[in-house]
């Protein structure tokens, strides 16, 4: 049987995951015919062959059947896809922002695991395991704010010692906002829904909770309480409307997202019978990416495609839930809405438990600053009562 021929864009560490894959997995079905990188005059140890930068030259290589495309560049790699279209190549890619952004579903050439939970094959178990339907997705998708909070609450460090241990491991950008503003699972999750339900979501039917804002009083509060924080992406549909956030949740120490540790991720389906199922793997670096890749293309060689349907538009639903808010501010006059308010005081800071509408809250300009900080109760979590050590005031 003919070998099928790729080109590899990109030999970062996603590229270079899924060309070490490759050598280990593939060499027998698979030959990369080229790869091409930004800079021609890198030093690429371990590649067989020369690295090109003419991305489109080597794209519109008659032979080349697979395009991989692992750069994370947006613009250009939407004309990459184009192209790959138009030479009706298969195209499989890492990129969240460009799947976010194709109006391609359904397209059979097309395939994007590594964008959404790394080595969690989260996007093919939504399109095989589920014939009933699915009502609800949770998952820690973010590997980056996963490795902060567990050195903070598995290793005991204050939240800014957290963030500098992530950076020097490699796990943070330059620039920490582009990590801890919620952006990144967010866009995985609205990817998710169109797979879970059929839905297209807008960036605004997402309640997004950054955790620019968390600090280490937000971390003694929580410690205090015996708790620990994970930042879940969570949507529902109830009657055909649906519910999105992400938010930094309080979870008990034996829930098991408080065992997602370091860069994994995790997921935690519910489908429409009721019945929920729970999986984790690695969600960042080298080898899960590659892996994710190198799966993808042998899942589309044996046949697998992503299921041919009309995504609908969300018709979003407002989401009530109940919420810790650590401000400096007198917060309760920007909420209209909020059922039961109580309040502690800290170090300057104050406290609120209250059950309250989210996009209502996530509208707050203090709260998308990062001024003050959103932590959502758990579900199991929501008879605990929050005031050892806290003075309590009366509203
Ligand atoms: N790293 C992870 O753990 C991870 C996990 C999940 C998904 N992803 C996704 O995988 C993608 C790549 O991430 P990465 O971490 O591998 O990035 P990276 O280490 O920075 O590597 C990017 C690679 O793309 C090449 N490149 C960038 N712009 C290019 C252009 N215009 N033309 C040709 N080549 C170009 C770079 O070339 P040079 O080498 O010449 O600079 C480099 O080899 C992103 O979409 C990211 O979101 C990454």
Not at 87 to 98: E, G, H, P, S
Request: glycine residues 8%; charged residues 25%.
């Amino acid at each position: 049987m003919k070998k099928l021929n790729i080109a590899l864009i990109g030999f970062g560490t996603a590229g270079r995951g899924f060309y070490e894959a490759w050598q280990q997995l593939g060499t027998t079905r698979f030959n990369i015919h080229g790869v091409a990188v930004k800079d021609g005059e890198k030093e690429r140890y371990g590649l067989h062959l020369n690295a090109t930068t003419d991305v489109l030259g080597l794209i519109n290589d008659p032979t080349v059947d697979v395009v991989v495309e692992a750069t994370g560049n947006v613009k250009e790699a939407k004309l990459w896809y184009d192209a790959t279209i138009k030479n009706r190549q298969v195209f499989v890619t890492a990129n969240k922002q460009l799947v976010s952004q194709l109006n391609a579903f359904g397209n059979q050439n097309l395939l994007y695991e590594a964008s959404c939970g790394g080595a969690l094959p989260i996007v093919r178990l939504l399109e095989t395991c589920f014939p009933h339907g699915v009502s609800s997705i949770r998952g820690v998708l973010n590997g980056s704010t996963n490795y902060i909070l567990t050195r903070i609450f598995v290793d005991g460090f204050t939240f800014n010692d957290g963030l500098l241990i992530a950076k020097e491991a490699g796990f943070v950008e330059a620039d920490e906002r582009l990590d801890l503003d919620g952006g990144d699972p967010a866009t995985k999750l609205r990817i998710l829904c169109r797979h879970a339900f059929g839905l297209r979501l807008h960036a605004d039917d997402v309640s997004v909770f950054p955790l620019i804002g968390f600090n280490d009083v937000d971390v003694k509060f929580i410690r205090r309480n015996n708790l620990v924080v994970r930042y879940i992406a969570t949507a529902t549909v109830e009657d055909g409307k649906i519910t999105a956030r992400v938010a930094p949740e309080l979870v008990a120490a034996e829930h098991p997202f408080a065992k997602v540790l370091n860069e994994e991720n995790a997921v935690s389906i519910t489908d429409r019978g009721g019945e929920s199922y729970f999986f984790k793997a690695k969600g960042a670096g080298k080898q899960p990416t590659g892996t994710a890749l190198f799966n993808d293309l042998e899942a589309w060689s044996q046949g697998f495609r992503y299921k041919k349907r009309k995504l609908a538009k969300a018709k979003s639903t407002p989401e009530i839930e109940e919420v810790i808010v650590r401000t400096g501010n007198d917060f309760r006059s920007e909420l209209t809405d909020a059922e039961t308010i109580e309040s502690w005081v800290e170090s300057g800071q104050r406290f609120y438990r209250l059950r309250c509408c989210l996009n209502e809250l996530a509208r707050i300009p203090n709260v998308r600053s990062g001024e003050a900080s959103v932590f959502v109760v758990g579900k199991d979590l929501t008879q605990k009562t929050f005031k050892p050590e806290y003075h309590r005031l009366e509203c």
